[in-house]
């Protein structure tokens, strides 16, 4: 009797498992369908929709923010981390932010079409490489809904058709703002599977999207170290990793102690959720007699526990926790800081190297010489000199929303925006050109 009851339920969890395959297939299929004809939209029509998204989240805020209540309040009856939550909650203020960040890209130039390249051969045939939209976009990520937003946002304005698969902690959320966004697409004659969300509730779906190869064009993963991981080494789609965030902020031996102290508590405890947020303090230790006590103080003050090495410890006194070696590959998300002295400039980067996710590091100093030879010697997607690790961030750069930053080394690095989601295609024209024998 156990065994036809084993039986059954096996047999229903494999009905299940291949019905949400097929679900997730036939979203792929739509948007390839979608992608076709938003590849063929002027930058106008582009623009006039994320003006009127824009528009529709700002005006239904209220059931947008009662939608994440749910979700906050779920995460905090679960024990979610309060870095985690902050992440999770909106506001009216963020809601407009996300709609800002929409008409931001609206503004940018539209890459499609753009000439990368071109010449005319001897033969007079006239080559053009130009910019088109990758396709159908997949992004996978976690506990972020203006994500939802941003990702659609920029797809759509590089002619893109988008599956989003967000974490079952912002169903709601997520729920409710595409909501929003599939009937503007509506309301603007254009297909409501430009843009859609796929199931949370099941971690499968992640399985099926990344394996959806030929109707998927690439997929992007936003998350924790053991997301990124899971869908680089399973996916069949190509992939843009996007790296986490163990950033290092450098005070050299040449640095203004107050302009150092500014920029590692901006990059520390100015949001400590975010990926570009500072892990790791590095100091040389020709000021860190000075400085480091002056650090440990001011990041006490903002609430930051300090894990120090056997240095950091002598000079910060009691308000320094004594680091283990898991520390200096940790990406906290936390008010946690890892710090270490360190005997010169070439010392800090190879600590950085052998201990850094190549996203973000920044050196405080007067020398630029040794400005120079921290970005020669540094290999990240960002090195900063004399500025917080906080300014990665696609706004910042100029980009409007980005769909991540990369810490890859093919395709895109650093912060992804338009030009990021395309991919070329050569034009060649010919006035009855055949290629001769031989």
Not at 180 to 204: C, K, M
Not at 277 to 283: F, K, M, N, Y
Not at 374 to 379: E, P, Q
């Amino acid at each position: 009797m156990t065994t036809s009851i084993e039986s059954t339920d096996a047999r229903q969890a494999e009905t299940a498992g291949d019905e949400l395959r097929d679900q997730v297939r036939d979203a792929a299929r739509a948007a390839r369908d979608a992608a076709a004809e938003l590849a063929l939209l002027p930058r106008g029509a582009k623009d006039a929709l994320l003006h009127a998204m824009a528009d529709a989240l700002v005006s239904r805020a209220p059931e947008i923010l009662a939608a994440n209540e749910l979700d906050v309040a779920r995460a905090e009856d679960n024990g979610t981390a309060a870095g985690l939550i902050d992440r999770l909650r909106l506001s009216t203020d963020r809601v407009e932010g996300i709609a800002d960040g929409l008409r931001t890209v609206a503004g940018l130039p539209d890459p499609i079409g753009e000439v990368v390249r071109g010449n005319v051969l001897a033969n007079g045939l006239q080559l053009q490489q130009v910019r088109v939209p990758l396709g159908v976009v997949g992004i996978v990520y976690e506990g972020r809904p203006n994500v939802t937003v941003d990702a659609a946002g920029l797809t759509l304005k590089s002619g893109n058709a988008v599956l989003l698969r967000g974490s079952a902690s912002a169903e709601q959320s997520n729920t409710a703002l595409v909501a929003v966004l599939r009937e503007v697409l509506v309301e603007h004659e254009l297909p409501a599977t430009a843009v859609q969300l796929l199931p949370s509730h099941d971690r499968a779906s992640v399985r099926h999207l990344i394996t959806a190869r030929g109707l998927v064009d690439v997929v992007i993963p936003r998350g924790g170290a053991g997301l990124i991981s899971t869908v680089v080494e399973q996916s069949t789609v190509p992939t843009i990793e996007t790296g986490v965030g163990n950033c290092h902020v450098y005070v050299d031996a040449h640095a203004d102690a107050d302009t150092a102290l500014r920029i590692l508590l901006n990059s520390k405890a100015r949001r400590p959720s975010v990926c570009n947020a500072a892990e790791t303090l590095l100091v040389h230790r020709d000021v860190a007699a000075e400085f480091v006590p002056r650090a440990v103080a001011e990041l006490r003050a903002a609430g930051v526990t300090v894990h120090g090495d056997d240095e950091v410890v002598r000079l910060g006194g009691s308000g320094v926790v004594a680091a283990e070696e898991h520390d200096w590959d940790t990406e906290y998300g936390s008010l946690d800081i890892a710090a270490a002295v360190v005997e010169s400039l070439p010392a800090a980067a190879e600590h950085i190297r052998a201990h850094g996710s190549g996203h973000t590091e920044a050196i405080v100093t007067s020398d630029v010489r040794a400005a120079r030879q921290f970005t020669a010697r540094v290999d990240s997607a960002a090195v900063m000199v004399n500025a917080s690790t906080a300014f990665t961030d696609g706004a910042e750069f100029g980009m409007g929303a980005e769909i991540g930053i990369s810490t890859q080394k093919l395709h895109a690095r650093g912060p992804m925006g338009l030009p990021e989601l395309t991919s070329t295609k050569w034009l060649v024209f010919g006035d009855g050109h055949v290629r001769p024998a031989g």
